[in-house]
C-alpha cells in the first residue's frame, strides 16, 4: 500500500495488534458485567464506612 516493501508488513501487525486489543477489552467488558465481581477494595471500604453510620440502635 505505501509501497515501501519493510513498511506494509509493519504496519500490518500494528493494525493486528490493535484488533485483537480491542477484542480482549470487550471480552473483558462483557464478561465483567456477566460474571459476578466484588467491589474494589477503596469501596468496600467507603461502603463499610457508610453502613456504619446509618445503623440505628433499638
Do not use: E, N
Request: glycine share 8%; hydrophobic share 45%.
Amino acid at each position: 500500500m505505501t509501497g515501501y516493501t519493510i513498511l506494509d508488513p509493519i504496519i500490518a501487525i500494528g493494525v493486528g495488534l490493535l484488533i485483537v486489543k480491542a477484542a480482549v477489552d470487550l471480552i473483558k467488558d462483557s464478561l465483567g458485567s456477566m460474571l459476578d465481581t466484588s467491589l474494589p477494595r477503596r469501596k468496600r471500604k467507603s461502603s463499610r464506612l457508610s453502613w456504619g453510620a446509618i445503623r440505628v440502635s433499638s
